[in-house]
Every structure is written in C-alpha cells, then in structure tokens.
C-alpha cells in the first residue's frame, strides 16, 4: 500500500503556476469541517481510521495513505487542491466510488484539512474545480 501512496504523487502532478493561494488562506469554515466530519466516518473512516493516519478501523483491512496530518500535507504537497478533490470524487470510497457528493467530498475536504492544523476562515470551500485547482496544498502554510 505503501507504493500505492508514492504513486499519487506521479499521477497528480504539482499544481500550475497560475495557482494563487495557499491552504492556510482561510479555505473554509468550522461549520463545514464539522459537516465534514459527520460525513467522513461513513464514506473514508473505515480505511482511512478514526484519526485519518491510514491505520483502518477495520482490523482485517491493510493501512492506506494518511488523510490528515503532517504526512498527509507531506504527500501531497505542492499539488492543487483540485487535483486531490478530483482524486477522491473519482476513486473513493474504493469500494463504492462516488459515493459522497461534491458538496459532501468539499466537507470532508474541510474536515481533512482541519484535522491536519490548517486554520479555518469565513468562507467554504466549494466544489468548483477550476477554484479548487487554484489552491495549493502547501505543508508549510
């Protein structure tokens, strides 16, 4: 699962240079990180774990790639957050792909990104791809 994890990175490229914020910008709220976080045990918490560090609720399950937390922003660093949105949105859960619609993917975005050290702001994070592509996930906001 390990390989799995790198090859994210090879399959979604560093976002473009025309991208103009970061994710310590103020993204989204703390109203929609708790939306996010009622959704996330439902669709991601099974494999992704309560504490969303890759180690699954599921004792039978392997570990997957943490989505939250100091490696999560590691792995991902440098790429847009349109990039991980699309990512998600057509791939997980794994099990059941699509599941969550965009509004509810964009929550849990929040939510990911909340449980990850990254301040909220005023204004949601919406499920715009082309705004989301403009978004940097920088692990040193």
Same mark, same amino acid.
């Given at each position: 699962?390990?390989l @799995?994890g790198l #090859?994210l990175a +090879?399959a979604?490229? =560093? =976002? =473009?240079? !025309?991208?103009t914020? %970061?994710?310590?910008?103020?993204?989204?709220? *703390? +109203?929609?990180?708790?939306r996010g *976080?009622?959704?996330y045990p439902? +669709?991601?918490g &099974?494999?992704?774990?309560? $504490?969303?560090d #890759? =180690? /699954? !609720?599921? /004792?039978?399950m392997? %570990?997957t790639?943490?989505i939250g #937390?100091? &490696?999560?922003?590691?792995?991902w660093?440098?790429r %847009?957050?349109g990039a991980?949105? *699309?990512?998600?949105r057509?791939?997980?859960p794994?099990n059941n /792909?699509?599941? $969550?619609?965009?509004? *509810?993917?964009?929550?849990? $975005? +929040?939510?990911m990104l909340e449980? %990850?050290?990254v301040?909220a702001? !005023?204004v949601e994070l919406? /499920? !715009?791809l082309d705004?989301? #592509?403009?978004i940097?996930?920088?692990k040193g @906001?």
């Amino acid at each position: 699962m390990a390989l @799995w994890g790198l #090859g994210l990175a +090879a399959a979604f490229p =560093a =976002a =473009a240079d !025309d991208a103009t914020r %970061s994710i310590g910008a103020g993204i989204y709220t *703390e +109203a929609q990180a708790r939306r996010g *976080e009622f959704s996330y045990p439902v +669709a991601c918490g &099974k494999c992704h774990g309560f $504490l969303l560090d #890759g =180690a /699954p !609720d599921d /004792p039978d399950m392997f %570990s997957t790639p943490p989505i939250g #937390g100091p &490696k999560f922003l590691r792995n991902w660093n440098g790429r %847009s957050l349109g990039a991980l949105f *699309e990512y998600a949105r057509t791939t997980m859960p794994a099990n059941n /792909p699509g599941f $969550l619609g965009d509004q *509810e993917l964009a929550d849990v $975005l +929040a939510y990911m990104l909340e449980q %990850s050290g990254v301040p909220a702001g !005023d204004v949601e994070l919406r /499920p !715009d791809l082309d705004r989301l #592509g403009q978004i940097v996930i920088d692990k040193g @906001w």
